[in-house]
Protein backbone atom coordinates (compact mmCIF):
# COMPACT_ATOMS: atom_id res chain seq x y z
CA UNK A 1 0.00 0.00 0.00
CA UNK A 2 1.48 3.39 -1.11
CA UNK A 3 -0.14 7.10 0.14
CA UNK A 4 0.85 9.77 -2.49
CA UNK A 5 0.73 13.35 -1.28
CA UNK A 6 0.16 14.87 -5.31
CA UNK A 7 -1.25 13.82 -8.15
CA UNK A 8 0.69 10.71 -9.91
CA UNK A 9 0.87 10.05 -13.81
CA UNK A 10 1.40 6.26 -14.12
CA UNK A 11 1.57 5.44 -18.00
CA UNK A 12 -0.74 7.93 -19.28
CA UNK A 13 -3.43 7.60 -16.85
CA UNK A 14 -3.52 10.32 -14.08
CA UNK A 15 -3.88 8.65 -10.60
CA UNK A 16 -5.28 11.97 -7.79
CA UNK A 17 -3.28 12.27 -4.24
CA UNK A 18 -4.27 9.26 -1.86
CA UNK A 19 -4.25 5.83 -0.55
CA UNK A 20 -3.17 2.62 -3.33
CA UNK A 21 -2.72 -0.95 -3.26
CA UNK A 22 -0.29 -1.93 -6.44
CA UNK A 23 -0.88 -5.50 -7.17
CA UNK A 24 1.45 -7.64 -9.55
CA UNK A 25 -1.56 -9.77 -11.60
CA UNK A 26 -0.44 -13.29 -11.85
CA UNK A 27 -0.61 -13.86 -15.86
CA UNK A 28 0.35 -17.03 -17.35
CA UNK A 29 1.44 -14.85 -20.42
CA UNK A 30 3.06 -11.99 -19.47
CA UNK A 31 4.20 -11.23 -15.49
CA UNK A 32 4.81 -7.73 -16.03
CA UNK A 33 1.04 -6.51 -15.31
CA UNK A 34 0.79 -3.82 -12.53
CA UNK A 35 -3.10 -3.14 -11.67
CA UNK A 36 -3.80 0.16 -8.93
CA UNK A 37 -6.35 -0.12 -6.34
CA UNK A 38 -8.04 3.01 -4.94
CA UNK A 39 -10.80 2.10 -1.86
CA UNK A 40 -11.67 -0.70 -3.31
CA UNK A 41 -11.85 0.25 -7.18
CA UNK A 42 -9.24 -0.88 -10.03
CA UNK A 43 -8.34 2.88 -11.75
CA UNK A 44 -5.57 1.33 -14.10
CA UNK A 45 -3.96 -1.59 -15.06
CA UNK A 46 -0.72 -1.33 -16.96
CA UNK A 47 2.05 -3.13 -18.67
CA UNK A 48 6.01 -2.75 -17.93
CA UNK A 49 9.11 -4.06 -18.56
CA UNK A 50 11.38 -5.71 -15.64
CA UNK A 51 13.91 -3.85 -13.94
CA UNK A 52 16.35 -4.80 -11.80
CA UNK A 53 18.97 -2.87 -9.01
CA UNK A 54 22.04 -4.29 -7.49
CA UNK A 55 20.67 -3.86 -3.54
CA UNK A 56 17.73 -5.34 -1.99
CA UNK A 57 15.71 -2.65 0.34
CA UNK A 58 13.39 -3.86 3.84
CA UNK A 59 10.55 -1.85 2.43
CA UNK A 60 8.67 -0.62 -1.11
CA UNK A 61 10.77 1.30 -3.09
CA UNK A 62 9.43 3.83 -5.34
CA UNK A 63 11.49 6.05 -8.31
CA UNK A 64 10.11 9.17 -10.28
CA UNK A 65 11.41 10.51 -13.54
CA UNK A 66 12.15 14.52 -13.78
CA UNK A 67 9.45 16.17 -15.06
CA UNK A 68 9.12 20.06 -15.48
CA UNK A 69 7.89 22.21 -12.81
CA UNK A 70 4.55 21.62 -12.06
CA UNK A 71 4.07 18.97 -13.86
CA UNK A 72 2.58 15.64 -11.83
CA UNK A 73 5.30 13.28 -10.40
CA UNK A 74 5.29 10.49 -13.30
CA UNK A 75 5.93 6.76 -11.78
CA UNK A 76 9.10 5.08 -13.45
CA UNK A 77 10.35 2.12 -11.18
CA UNK A 78 8.39 0.04 -8.40
CA UNK A 79 10.34 -2.44 -6.31
CA UNK A 80 8.75 -4.40 -3.85
CA UNK A 81 10.54 -5.55 -0.18
CA UNK A 82 13.31 -7.83 -0.42
CA UNK A 83 13.44 -8.44 -4.13
CA UNK A 84 16.13 -7.35 -6.92
CA UNK A 85 13.68 -7.56 -9.45
CA UNK A 86 10.81 -4.82 -10.24
CA UNK A 87 8.39 -3.73 -12.45
CA UNK A 88 9.49 -0.35 -14.87
CA UNK A 89 6.84 2.19 -16.12
CA UNK A 90 6.60 2.50 -19.88
CA UNK A 91 5.73 6.17 -21.14
CA UNK A 92 5.33 7.66 -24.76
CA UNK A 93 8.19 9.63 -26.08
CA UNK A 94 7.41 12.57 -25.93
CA UNK A 95 8.27 15.48 -28.55
CA UNK A 96 8.30 19.59 -28.10
Sequence with gaps: MLTFSRDVEIAGKMLPAGRYVFRLLDSPTNRHVVQFDHTGRILA????????????????????????????????????PGNLDGEEFIYPTRTN
Excluded: C, H, M
Aim: proline content about 8%; aromatic content about 16%; cysteine-free.
Design 45 to 80: TIFTIPASRVTAANDTRITFEEQPAGSPFQLKKWFY
